[in-house]
């Protein structure tokens, strides 16, 4: 059993910046691939990130590359998401997901197990 908390969320302003964590409890965090997904209001839940855990490969969704960046404190269980020139765009219940693959971490199916979400609002 994977479980994940995500925390880090809050209200900023346009321009600014905020770090999301992902907590992983696993023992076997090493080989654990942790996406980010994010829902806005009325949308359906997209890809933000991911980081792959064999060779630490990243991914990032087109409207989030270049700000955002993805990565992992092994020793503290823990995969961070960046978000840097957060827009209002950006606004979304923002989610950390859990796969023992490497395959299509663009893909909801490819993870298993989910965090609660964490709410991040960009004021413009």
């Known amino acids: 059993q994977v479980q994940l908390v995500e925390s880090g969320g809050g209200l900023v302003q346009a321009g600014g910046s905020l770090r999301l964590s992902c907590k992983v409890s696993t023992r076997t965090f090493w080989n654990v691939s942790v996406g980010w997904f994010r829902r806005a209001p009325g949308k359906e839940r997209e890809f933000v990130a991911a980081l792959a855990w064999r060779g630490g490969e990243k991914y990032y969704a087109g409207s989030v590359k270049d700000r955002f960046t993805v990565s992992r404190d092994i020793a503290m269980n823990t995969v961070y998401l960046q978000m840097d020139r957060v827009e209002p765009g950006d606004t979304a219940v923002y989610y950390c997901?859990?796969?023992?693959?490497?395959?299509?971490?663009?893909?909801?199916?490819?993870?298993?197990?989910w965090g609660q979400g964490t709410q991040v609002t960009v004021s413009s």
């Open positions: 997901a859990a796969s023992g693959g490497l395959l299509r971490l663009q893909m909801t199916p490819s993870y298993r197990y």
